[in-house]
């Protein structure tokens, strides 16, 4: 009687094609610690702001309520601003944190420069440049209503 077993160093074929991040950068930080910092807060309110990342989402708007979440909840040293912007962060945001540099940032405007840098540009759109391509005026047609079109 055979007996079948699996080779655990074998993976499936579709394996290969799933979009994994990175776990070994799962640990890294883009912070760059000073041994002067205050400790975290350990109770913190769990309103804080999300930030996924997705098209339509506003990144300066993320950041005025993160600093008013902030402010609200008495948090005024930059570096625990700093330390806690991390976990406002979810989905393709979190994405973008990990995949920083290690050790780059040292105050919160310097990771808030990289973060609207990154989610503002490229500006992003649903559409692509066809329907501008395949916009024909006519003699009854107003540019007005080709342009109220495209950004439908």
């Known amino acids: 009687m055979t007996?079948?077993?699996?080779?655990?160093?074998?993976?499936?074929?579709?394996?290969?094609?799933?979009?994994?991040?990175?776990?070994?950068?799962?640990?890294?930080?883009?912070?760059?610690y000073?041994?002067?910092?205050?400790?975290?807060?350990?109770k913190l309110s769990s309103d804080i702001p999300k930030f996924e990342g997705k098209p339509g989402e506003d990144p300066s708007n993320h950041v005025m309520t993160y600093h008013l979440w902030c402010a609200y909840n008495s948090i005024s040293d930059d570096s625990i601003c700093l330390r806690l912007f991390q976990r406002t962060l979810i989905g393709l945001a979190t994405k973008w944190y990990i995949e920083l540099p290690r050790a780059t940032f040292y105050n919160f405007s310097q990771l808030a420069t990289s973060f609207l840098t990154h989610f503002q540009l490229p500006v992003r759109y649903d559409n692509g440049t066809e329907l501008l391509t395949s916009l024909?005026?006519?003699?009854?047609?107003?540019?007005?209503?080709?342009?109220?079109?495209?950004r439908r």
Do not use: G, V
Request: proline share 15%; charged share 20%; no cysteine.
């Open 3 to 32: 007996q079948s077993f699996r080779d655990p160093n074998r993976q499936l074929p579709f394996i290969a094609t799933l979009d994994f991040p990175d776990l070994s950068r799962l640990t890294n930080d883009p912070i760059n």
């Open 136 to 150: 024909k005026q006519s003699m009854s047609t107003y540019i007005s209503d080709h342009i109220h079109e495209w």
């Open 34 to 42: 000073l041994p002067f910092w205050p400790p975290m807060p350990n």
